[in-house]
């Protein structure tokens, strides 16, 4: 998703903002994110993570394509950390990587891997779906439904 992509949203969710007033709100945003992070050095977004400005200590590189031996100066990189409700949402949606998992028991399906396949799958989506749903009546402090 790209800063174009973002602002479209937003636009479409709120439609009573024009583009131009999302798109120079979203460029101060991230203004005022680079000027604190030179200035303070780490960004603080509860729930979401922090961004952290770190040192990263000199050492000695190889050009690939020459082989020599380059000195790389110290410098300071920028760290993302997810705070809590961002990791369970990573966590909780549904991995690309974990749907190849499923392919080591098709052997035990003969004929069926498809079936086999699209059962895993539902019920990964299904877990997936109703622990969104309690996380949301969470937030609301409602009950939506009772286990």
């Known amino acids: ?3 174009k992509d973002i602002i479209l949203d937003i636009h479409k969710e709120i439609p009573r903002f024009s583009y131009r007033f999302i798109q120079d709100a979203l460029n101060l945003f991230f203004q005022e994110i680079s000027h604190c992070l030179a200035q303070e050095g780490s960004v603080e977004f509860r729930g ?3 961004f952290v400005c770190k040192h990263r200590s ?3 590189g190889i050009n690939p394509k020459t082989q020599e031996r380059i000195f790389v100066p ?4 920028i760290v993302f ?4 409700f961002l990791k369970k949402e990573l966590i909780l949606r549904p991995k690309e990587k974990k749907k190849f998992g499923l392919y080591r028991n098709w052997k035990k399906f003969g004929s069926n891997k498809v079936t ?3 059962v895993q799958y539902t019920l990964r989506y299904d877990i997936f ?11 609301l ?3 939506v439904f009772s286990d």
Request: net charge positive; aromatic share 14%.
């Open 1 to 3: 998703m790209t800063k």
């Open 48 to 50: 979401f993570g922090n």
């Open 58 to 60: 000199a050492y000695t």
């Open 74 to 77: 110290r410098k300071k990189v």
């Open 81 to 84: 950390r997810p705070g809590s």
């Open 116 to 118: 086999y396949f699209l």
């Open 129 to 139: 779906l109703n622990v969104k749903l309690k996380l949301f009546s969470k937030t």
């Open 141 to 143: 402090n409602k009950t």
